[in-house]
């Protein structure tokens, strides 16, 4: 990639922005598809690689190799990726082994308090936040899907999720401080 095109990038320009997607994009993607072994997700990783690549043009240093720059993004991204879906599957399996009796009666009756301390929590919720967690952890709808059908940005989403969280995990702390 010439460097004048990286320039006009940094600068804001859109056709500089579309021949870097165009001749990134699927090399970004193929490189996330081998780390993760998912094309669906390596694609709306991809996706969001370049959103943010537009988003954050003016830090791009044209004087640096861009092709490891945007490479060093997409190995981040990935890795934060699969430790994100590994807490995930930890956090499943840990209530999988509840539902199977493995555990004892009081923690089967913690793990039953802290659900309801959780649907308390998202109840209280602001409307739209609710619904955005609810769709994203009830229904698994994507960040993506979930700001096309409200019509508000992604980034909106991922902020409300993040707060969510916030909400959710103050909850299950205090429960821990108080009866624990």
């Not at 669906?40 to 990783?45: P, R």
């Not at 092709?67 to 990726?81: E, K, M």
């Given at each position: 990639m010439e460097i004048a095109t990286i320039e006009a990038l940094q600068n804001g320009n859109h056709k500089a922005f579309e021949e870097v997607f165009l001749a990134y994009f699927d090399k970004v993607k193929c490189f996330l598809t081998g780390i993760l072994r998912s094309e669906?997700?390596?694609?709306?990783?991809a996706q969001d690689i370049f959103v943010k690549l537009w988003m954050n043009h003016t830090s791009i240093?044209?004087?640096k190799g861009f092709?490891?720059?945007?490479?060093?993004?997409?190995?981040?991204?990935?890795?934060?990726?699969l430790k994100h879906k590994l807490i995930e599957e930890n956090f499943?399996?840990?209530?999988?082994?509840?539902?199977e009796g493995v555990d004892s009666s009081d923690e089967i009756l913690y793990a039953k308090e802290i659900g309801l301390l959780v649907e308390m929590a998202v109840y209280r919720m602001p409307a739209q936040r609710r619904k955005i967690y609810q769709m994203s952890r009830e229904k698994g709808v994507s960040n993506s899907e979930i700001a096309e059908e409200l019509g508000v940005?992604?980034?909106t989403v991922e902020n409300q999720l993040s707060l969510a969280l916030q909400d959710i995990k103050r909850v299950?702390?205090?429960f821990f401080i108080f009866f624990l």
């Open positions: 669906s997700d390596a694609e709306e990783l240093n044209p004087n092709s490891f720059y945007l490479y060093t993004i997409a190995r981040n991204t990935a890795l934060n990726h499943r399996k840990t209530f999988d082994d509840l539902d940005s992604k980034k299950i702390s205090f």
